[in-house]
């Protein structure tokens, strides 16, 4: 099966600044790609980058088939985005923030409404805006716009953040969910305990570049000493297997 | 494209019904304005009856530029842009459904505005129905050029002083168009109006597709 | 580093020498209007600006500006000559309109009417500000030079209709005897003045292409001190991501007798 995620030396440049400074990585089928690394190592721009969002400057970067030096667009309706901020209209209520979401992508309402009951917002809590909702419930009506919209590669920045017990709980529940509807899953964390259990593999992500991200015949080009390090970690981390 | 036009319509249409800020504040602030021209042209002097049609359309102007403004701050509540742009909806229905949501708040403003020029400046109307043809092809204008130019100022940390200086010189041939069309249709400057409302026309429909082929790619910036 | 070359020195030269002589036919040679006395020889001076301004200027801005959206024509140097053009067009544009007033102050008596192409001409001036101040936003880069060329085409188009708008409102300017571009051989205009008005087209002309090529060159020269410090950027980028990787943090889930011992 093809890659899911495919970069070769991707450099991405916000500004003048070049968030993303080289990056080689392979995402296969139905893995759950942990990336981790010190704050401002380009972790969430790679994200953004995998879901079409920010300008490919060189390189190559391919994302469920579709090329995205030439077109960023057609691949956003497949992936589904949980950054940082939730992205929600916080004069809408959650039904209205939902419904919204749901129909863009192309999926009737019955998507949100499923999504919302998944997620523990049904009752009374559909009603209410966005604004008012504590900064857990509104990350989960985050993650309940990516549930409903039902997509192929799930990205999640720092997903466990700002969630009680439960909620995380949910969370590892739903992605594997996902993972064995077919989808694939690449997410950032600096929660590495939780993350692990979820993770087929894990990612160090440092200077706008990740270190041993690729499977397979290329594997041999990365640079120096890299290779060792992600073989000595071992421990709960399954080893993945390496896609000939 | 047409329904994702009609979603965003909806949604920006939606937000404004729960937000109430151009009921409460923007209508309100039109109104101020025909008060302070009141204040600044001398009721008694009969210009404020003259020049009826020229401040309504003036007042109009100055809102919109506060409605415009409104339709981009409600994206950048906590990066809805973001989202936006992953929603996966069509470049040309966003800009569509936006501008038909401006337009639509526009309208309502107008015919708040006539009441009060009606009332406060004591005009009369003689041509109801020129009127409102004139209101609705300048509201057009008016909304998709400022969509567009609103989407080139967006998230920019200067938009706010941005936006006017962009959009208000382009709408000075709306707003010659539309006063005199509207002085005809009040009888107070008796003339034909019909040029001028080819020409608003044209302007709507220029910028419509201008809007329509740019907004996606404008969108798309960061 | 100077934006000076063999050819820019030639023009330059050009450039000096047709100005110097337009003067000397302006202000000593060409005879003064029979109605506006002396004052006519100011337009030796407002009508090319005008003329430059409008057309040329602004035409190479919306050219350009086209070429650089366009995706197989699309290249840095478009947008530079887009951005170098509006601004000696506005230059030119204010000129226009500070020498048109002073001339309008001696002829008509009024330091400004609103006649339908001086109205034209200062909506045109705002909307190409606007433009610059576009182009002037702390933003990124290639988003903005994006932005600033859509608003170049917009302005562009807005163009014809503010002049059909204005010219339907109002028609009193210089009733086109001498200076209507249409009639410019007609045998109203004098033998002298026509020449001195053709030479100061040219003389202008040749400014704006020196104004021009200097100022291309200037922005070229800014780019490419920015596309140094963003080699310099990748570098020092990556070399925190090599020290970072020597030294990680510390990773719980490793096999304990690891941790301190798994780097190099």
């Known amino acids: 099966m093809g890659l899911i995620v495919r970069f070769r030396s991707a450099v991405s440049l916000l500004g003048r600044f070049p968030a993303l400074a080289g990056v080689d990585l392979d995402v296969g089928a139905e893995e759950v790609v942990l990336l981790h690394g010190p704050n401002g190592a380009g972790k969430t721009t790679l994200l953004r980058a995998c879901a079409g969002l920010v300008a490919i400057g060189a390189g190559e970067a391919q994302v469920l088939g579709h090329d995205l030096r030439h077109d960023r667009r057609g691949v956003r309706r497949r992936v589904g985005l949980l950054g940082h901020a939730s992205g929600l209209y916080d004069d809408l209520t959650v039904e209205d923030n939902l419904r919204f979401s749901a129909r863009a992508a192309g999926h009737p309402a019955s998507a949100a409404d499923a999504a919302m009951t998944r997620l523990g917002l049904d009752g009374r809590l559909r009603q209410v805006r966005v604004g008012r909702l504590s900064a857990g419930q509104r990350r989960r009506t985050a993650i309940a716009t990516v549930v409903a919209r039902r997509p192929e590669l799930w990205l999640l920045d720092e997903p466990h953040a700002g969630l009680d017990a439960g909620g995380r709980d949910l969370l590892d529940t739903l992605v594997g969910e996902a993972v064995s509807n077919g989808a694939t899953v690449v997410l950032a964390s600096h929660e590495l305990e939780r993350a692990n259990g979820l993770a087929t593999r894990r990612l160090l992500v440092a200077g706008g570049r990740v270190v041993d991200g690729l499977l397979g015949a290329d594997r041999s080009d990365q640079p120096d000493g890299a290779e060792n390090k992600a073989d000595q970690a071992d421990g709960p981390v399954k080893q993945a297997e390496h896609v000939a | 494209m047409l329904r994702d036009a009609g979603l965003v319509a909806a949604k920006d249409l939606r937000v404004e019904l729960r937000s109430r800020v151009a009921t409460n504040q923007v209508v309100p602030f039109a109104v101020l304005v025909l008060i302070l021209f009141a204040f600044a042209l001398d009721p008694d002097r009969g210009i404020l009856g003259r020049a009826a049609a020229g401040l309504f359309w003036v007042t109009v102007l100055f809102s919109a530029v506060l409605a415009i403004q409104r339709s981009f701050a409600i994206e950048a509540d906590d990066d809805a842009r973001d989202s936006l742009r992953l929603s996966g909806l069509d470049g040309a229905g966003v800009f569509l459904g936006k501008a038909a949501a401006v337009a639509l708040e526009l309208l309502m403003l107008e015919a708040v505005l006539a009441v009060g020029v009606v009332v406060l400046y004591d005009v009369s109307l003689h041509d109801g129905a020129l009127l409102v043809l004139v209101c609705l092809l300048a509201t057009v204008g008016i909304a998709a050029s400022g969509i567009v130019y609103g989407v080139v100022a967006a998230g920019l940390r200067v938009s706010d002083t941005l936006l006017p200086l962009l959009v208000l010189p382009v709408l000075a041939p709306v707003l010659l168009a539309a006063t005199r069309a509207s002085e005809a249709a009040l009888a107070t400057v008796p003339g034909d109006a019909w040029p001028w409302v080819r020409l608003l026309a044209v302007f709507a429909t220029i910028y419509t597709v201008f809007g329509v082929v740019a907004f996606g790619p404008l969108l798309e910036e960061a | ?264």
């Open chain 3, 1 to 264: 580093m100077t934006t000076a070359s063999r050819a820019t020195r030639i023009l330059g030269v050009a450039t000096l020498a047709s100005l110097a002589v337009t003067a000397w036919l302006a202000l000593v040679v060409s005879p003064a209007d029979v109605n506006q006395g002396d004052a006519v020889r100011l337009l030796y001076l407002h009508a090319p600006t005008a003329w430059l301004a409008m057309y040329l200027s602004f035409g190479v801005t919306t050219l350009a500006s086209i070429l650089y959206l366009w995706p197989r024509t699309r290249s840095r140097l478009w947008d530079l000559v887009a951005g170098a053009s509006a601004e000696v067009g506005v230059l030119f544009i204010g000129l226009t309109l500070a020498v048109g007033s002073i001339w309008g102050r001696t002829t008509w008596g009024v330091w400004w009417t609103w006649d339908a192409r001086l109205t034209s001409t200062a909506v045109l001036f705002v909307l190409y500000l606007g433009y610059l101040a576009v182009r002037r936003v702390p933003a990124d880069p290639l988003v903005r030079s994006r932005r600033a060329a859509i608003v170049a085409l917009a302005a562009f188009i807005d163009v014809p209709i503010v002049h059909q708008a204005v010219e339907w409102w109002r028609t009193l300017h210089q009733p086109a005897t001498i200076f209507d571009e249409r009639r410019l051989l007609d045998p109203r205009i004098h033998g002298t003045m026509l020449w001195t008005l053709l030479l100061s087209v040219v003389a202008f002309t040749l400014l704006y292409a020196w104004l021009l090529i200097h100022r291309v060159r200037l922005a070229r020269m800014e780019e490419l001190v920015d596309d140094r410090e963003l080699a310099d950027a990748l570098a020092e980028r990556r070399a925190e991501g090599a020290a970072a990787t020597s030294a990680p943090d510390e990773m719980p889930g490793l096999v304990p007798e690891r941790s301190g011992a798994g780097v190099d």
